[in-house]
C-alpha cells in the first residue's frame, strides 16, 4: 500500500473525521455590541484611526509585495525560458561525465557559473570515493557444432550523422559498477526478469541452475539485485540484456533511435550493481579528500552489499543470439519475448558462456556544488532542492534534464531577488555527484552535515529525471500530498495550453496517485531513510526507452523527449514553486492526515496478511489511532492561527507559537526513524519507508516487518514470529513518537 496513494483535488481529511464540516464555522466571527464611547475618547479613537491608517498606506507604498505576488510572477511567461533550458541541457551533454571524469568536473564548474552568475552564494564540497570503471572483458558463446562460437563486440553502434560520434569513444566500456572481477565458464540458463518468484518457478519446473551462467532481462527489478538473486540461487555468472519487448517498441518492424524513440538493437543498459547506499568503503561516515577510515575489500564483501559473482550487461541483439543456443523446456508465455523474436526456453545450456570482466578500483575526486539563498527570517530552516549531475554517457534525460531545470529554477529566483523578494528560510540548491554508483555525492554529505541537517531541514525536493517523456510524475512522504497538488493547479500544461498539469494528470489516472519515496532509486534516500526529513520526487514521464545507454543524448531530447522543451519548463515551475511555498509561507504547508490514512490502510493489509498467525497488531492499530488525535489537534491549531485576524503578523507578536508549531510539522517525520534501523539494514533508519530487500527500486509498507514476515515464512520457528512482534512494537513507538512531537506537550 505504501507504494503510492490516490488522491482527490479536496483534502481526504474527511474521511477520518480530521475537520469540522467546511460549513460549520463562518470565516468571520461576529463582533459583540459596543457601548458609544464618551466625546473626548471618541477623538481619542479618531486620531488614532487616521495615524493607523497613514501607517498602513505609508507601509504598503515603501514596503516590498507580498510574498504571493513573487510566486505569481515566478510561473509567469516572462520570467520562464525555455531556450535558456535548452542551452543549459545542450552544454552538460556535449560530452560523456562518469563520475570521477575530467568531463564531469567541467560539468560542475558549469553548474557553479551558472549559479554564481545569478547571484547565489555557491561553492564546491569534494570528496575522495572508491569508484571502479571497467578495465578488461570478453563475452564468448560456444555453440553446438556446427555452428561456429560467437565473440561479442560488446559495443554500442554510432547511427548515422551521429553529431556525438567524434567523442563516442569517450564513452566507457559497457560494465556493472562494481561488478566482480572473475572469468567464469558455464551452461546458459534463461531466468526471465531474475527476480525471487522467477526462480520459485524454476524450482517448481525441476530446472537446477546450479554453475550456470544465467541470462536475465532488465525490468521490474533493480540490477544488483538480479545479480544477488542468481548467487542466492547458485549461480557462477550473469548476464543481463535489453529485451525489445520492454524497450524496443515490442515488434521487428519497429524502428528505433534515432528515427523512432526506442533503443537500438545494439544498446545496452550500463549502471550500477551495489545494493548499499554511499562510498562502500566508509559505510555510515563521510569521505574525507584526505586520508579517512576506510573498509577494505574483503570487509566490503563481507557487508553484503557488493556482487560476490560477475556479470555484464547486454544488448538486446546479443541476448536473442544467446537465448537461440539455449535448449530445454520452453518458457512460459509470461517469460516469452515479442511476436518476433524467438522462442525463449530455459536450458540450462546447451550453449556455454565463456565469461571475462576484470576491473579497475580507484579513490576519485568527486564534486557536489552547493548553492545557498540565505533567509530573510528564518535563515536557519532549510529547503533543499537536488539534483545529480554525472551521467553513464551523455545523460541528456538522466540526470541532466533536471540538472538544466534547477538552473532554470535558480535563474528564476535570482530575477524574484531583483525585484526584491527575499525567502523567509533558506533556499539550498544541491548538484550532486556519483549518485549512479550509489547515490554516493548526497549520501557523503548528509553523512557529513547528519546533525545539522537532521535539526534544520525543512524538506528535500529531489528532482532526477526532470523530463523523459508526457505526463507528470510525483513520489512524495504523505504530508507533502496536498501542496503537490495545490502547486499542480497553478502552472499550465506543457502539452496542451487549456489546462494545468493537475488537469491532465487527473485526466490521464482518474485521481493524481503519489507514489512513495521507500525504493532507493535516486539522491532521496538519505534524506528520507536516514536521517527521515520530508521530501518529493518529480518528473515528467514514466520511464524512456534508451535509459543508461548511449543513446541518451541531446538528439533524443530534442526529437523524443521534449522537441519545444516546454516540459523542462512546467517541471522547472512545479519543482520551484513547491519550494516557495516551503521557504515563504509562515505556517508550513504540511498536512499529516494522507499519513493517518495510509498508515491505517497499511496496517489492514498487513492484518490480513498475518490473519492466520498468533501476531498482535493491536500496539499499532493504537499507534495509529493516538497520531490520529494528535492530527486533528494540530490541524485545529492551524485553523484557529488562521482565523485571528491579522494572523499574517503573529510573527511580530507571538512569534515563537509559529517557530513552536512549524518545528512540530518539521520534526514528525524524524520520529519515525529509529537510531539502529533496519535489521541487518542499519543504515535505513526509517521504519515505514526502505527498500524492498529483494528489490532495491521497490518499496515495502513497514520494511521491518516486512522482512522479519519473510524470514519467519522461511524458517517458521518461534523466535522468527517473535522477531516478527518485536518489529510490529518498533513501528509502533516510532508512530507513538510521531504523534507525541505533533501533539507538542510532555506527558
Not at 415 to 423: E, I, R, T
Not at 442 to 453: I, K, Q
Not at 476 to 503: E, F, G, H, M, R
Not at 516 to 528: E, I, K, M, N, Q
Amino acid at each position: 500500500m505504501l507504494g503510492r496513494i490516490i488522491l482527490s483535488d479536496r483534502d481526504d481529511e474527511w474521511r477520518w473525521g480530521l475537520t469540522e464540516s467546511r460549513n460549520s464555522k463562518s470565516d468571520t466571527t461576529t463582533p459583540p455590541p459596543v457601548t458609544p464611547p464618551p466625546y473626548a475618547t471618541m477623538v481619542t479613537m479618531i486620531t488614532a484611526t487616521i495615524i493607523a491608517i497613514t501607517t498602513t498606506l505609508s507601509f504598503f507604498l515603501i514596503s516590498s509585495p507580498p510574498k504571493t505576488y513573487y510566486h505569481s510572477l515566478y510561473i509567469s511567461p516572462s520570467l520562464s525560458n525555455n531556450q535558456s533550458i535548452s542551452h543549459h541541457l545542450y552544454t552538460l551533454t556535449r560530452r560523456p561525465h562518469l563520475a570521477g571524469t575530467a568531463a564531469n568536473a567541467e560539468a560542475a564548474s558549469y553548474v557553479l557559473s551558472t549559479l554564481t552568475t545569478n547571484h547565489i552564494n555557491s561553492h564546491l564540497v569534494e570528496y575522495g570515493v572508491s569508484l571502479t570503471y571497467p578495465d578488461s572483458r570478453s563475452l564468448t558463446l560456444t555453440r553446438v557444432p556446427p555452428d561456429p562460437p560467437v565473440v561479442f563486440t560488446l559495443r554500442q553502434d554510432v547511427y548515422k550523422d551521429d553529431p556525438y560520434a567524434d567523442v563516442a569513444d569517450e564513452v566507457e566500456p559497457t560494465f556493472h559498477a562494481y561488478a566482480k572481477s572473475g572469468n567464469v565458464t558455464g551452461l546458459v540458463a534463461y531466468v526471465n526478469y531474475g527476480r525471487v518468484e522467477d526462480y520459485t518457478t524454476l524450482k517448481k519446473t525441476g530446472v537446477n541452475i546450479t554453475g550456470c551462467i544465467v541470462l536475465a532481462r532488465y525490468g521490474k527489478i533493480y540490477r544488483g539485485d538480479i545479480i544477488e538473486n542468481a548467487y542466492d540461487a547458485g549461480a557462477i555468472g550473469v548476464l543481463i540484456y535489453t529485451d525489445r519487448k520492454d524497450y524496443g517498441g515490442g515488434g521487428g518492424d519497429t524502428r528505433w533511435f534515432p528515427d523512432d524513440k526506442w533503443m537500438p538493437p545494439s544498446g545496452v543498459q550500463v549502471g550500477s550493481v551495489f545494493n548499499g547506499a554511499g562510498d562502500p568503503t566508509t559505510p555510515g561516515w563521510p569521505s574525507s579528500i584526505d586520508d579517512c577510515e576506510r573498509l577494505s575489500d574483503d570487509e566490503v564483501e563481507e557487508g553484503g552489499d557488493v556482487p560476490l559473482i560477475p556479470s555484464l550487461p547486454i544488448s538486446g541483439a546479443d541476448g536473442e543470439e544467446i537465448l537461440r543456443s539455449v535448449g530445454g523446456a520452453v518458457a512460459e508465455e509470461e517469460w516469452q519475448g515479442d511476436k518476433d523474436a524467438p522462442v525463449y526456453r530455459i536450458g540450462p545450456g546447451p550453449g556455454i558462456i565463456e565469461l571475462s570482466y576484470k576491473a579497475k578500483q580507484v579513490i576519485s575526486t568527486i564534486q557536489n556544488v552547493i548553492g545557498i539563498i540565505e533567509g530573510k527570517e528564518e535563515p536557519d530552516r532549510f529547503i533543499i532542492l537536488g539534483n545529480h549531475r554525472d551521467a553513464w554517457t551523455f545523460g541528456a534525460v538522466d540526470p541532466n534534464s533536471g540538472t538544466a531545470a534547477l538552473l532554470e529554477v535558480a535563474e528564476r529566483l535570482g530575477k524574484l531577488q531583483k525585484k526584491g523578494w527575499k525567502p523567509r528560510r533558506t533556499i539550498i540548491f544541491c548538484n550532486w555527484d556519483a549518485e549512479e554508483y550509489g547515490l554516493i555525492g548526497s549520501t557523503e554529505w548528509v553523512e557529513e552535515n547528519r546533525e545539522m541537517l537532521a535539526s534544520k531541514v525543512v524538506a528535500y525536493l529531489n528532482v532526477d529525471v526532470a523530463v523523459g517523456g508526457a505526463g507528470f510524475q510525483a513520489s512524495a512522504t504523505p504530508q507533502l500530498d496536498q501542496l503537490i497538488i495545490q502547486v499542480t493547479k497553478q502552472v499550465q500544461d506543457p502539452d496542451n495550453s487549456s489546462q494545468t498539469v493537475y488537469d491532465s494528470w487527473v485526466n490521464a489516472t482518474k485521481y493524481p496517485e503519489i507514489g512513495r519515496l521507500g525504493g532507493g532509486g535516486s539522491d532521496y534516500a538519505a534524506f528520507v531513510q536516514h536521517i527521515g526529513v520530508p521530501a518529493t520526487d518529480m518528473s515528467f514521464g514514466e520511464g524512456y526507452p534508451v535509459y543508461h545507454s548511449m543513446y541518451d543524448d541531446f538528439v533524443w531530447m530534442s526529437k523524443f523527449g521534449d522537441p519545444m522543451f516546454r516540459r523542462h519548463v512546467a517541471a522547472a515551475s512545479i519543482w520551484g514553486l513547491v519550494a516557495l511555498q516551503l521557504a515563504d509561507e509562515e505556517i508550513l504547508p504540511f498536512n499529516y492526515s494522507s499519513y493517518v490514512y495510509e498508515l491505517q490502510k497499511s496496517a489492514e493489509d498487513l492484518e490480513t496478511e498475518l490473519s492466520d498467525k498468533s501476531i498482535s497488531l493491536i500496539p499499532l492499530f493504537k499507534s495509529i489511532e493516538k497520531m490520529k488525535k494528535s492530527v486533528v489537534q494540530i490541524n485545529d491549531e492551524i485553523k484557529e492561527i488562521k482565523e485571528i485576524k491579522g494572523w499574517t503578523f503573529m510573527w511580530k507578536n507571538q512569534p515563537w507559537r509559529m517557530r513552536e508549531l512549524n518545528d512540530r510539522l518539521m520534526m514528525a517525520e524524524r520520529a519515525l526513524t529509529d537510531r539502529d534501523g533496519l535489521s541487518g539494514r542499519p543504515w535505513y533508519k526509517h521504519l515505514i519507508y526502505a527498500p524492498s530487500k529483494h528489490n532495491d527500486y521497490g518499496s515495502k509498507c513497514f520494511p521491518g516487518i516486512d522482512d522479519a514476515v519473510e524470514n519467519a515464512n522461511k524458517v517458521n520457528t518461534k523466535d522468527s514470529w517473535r522477531s516478527v512482534q518485536h518489529e510490529i512494537w518498533r513501528v509502533s513507538r516510532a508512530i507513538t513518537q510521531a504523534s507525541l512531537v505533533l501533539h507538542g506537550e510532555l506527558t
